[in-house]
């Protein structure tokens, strides 16, 4: 009976340790989706000709990319996917805990709707 389960351990053991070295490259090609998804979202609003307010301040388009850049930068540890990075970084100051908001022309919306909005629209024109 010993013999029976020091085997069967062994072959669990060696199926994780396959399994392991499988989830390394979905793992990899996850982090490239989740990336070039962010490198959208960062684009869209630097691009976008919008207003950011973040703390009550008003800040150009580009200033917003270039300051979410840096946020994505300290803060990843933070997320893993496109929708974390919007809740936990893009959304609002981790300093004073207020919601960013971005105005385009008259129309002022939050910060993680107007980036869940674009999200939106990159994966509907990804799909076939």
Known sequence: MAVRGA???TVLLAALLA????????AAADDDVMNAEIDF?????????????????????RAARD???????RGRRYYDSAEEFIDRIASRSSMSGKDYRIRC?????????WFNA???RYR????P
């Open 105 to 113: 022309g008259e129309a002022e919306q939050s910060a993680n709707a």
């Open 67 to 73: 300051h979410l850049q840096m946020k994505r930068k």
């Open 7 to 9: 085997r069967a351990c």
């Open 41 to 61: 979202l960062l684009d869209e609003v630097g691009h976008s000709g919008c207003v950011f307010v973040r703390n009550g301040k008003e800040h150009a388009a």
């Open 19 to 26: 399994g392991g070295s499988m989830v390394a490259p979905v």
């Open 124 to 127: 509907a024109a990804d799909d």
């Open 118 to 120: 674009a999200l939106a």
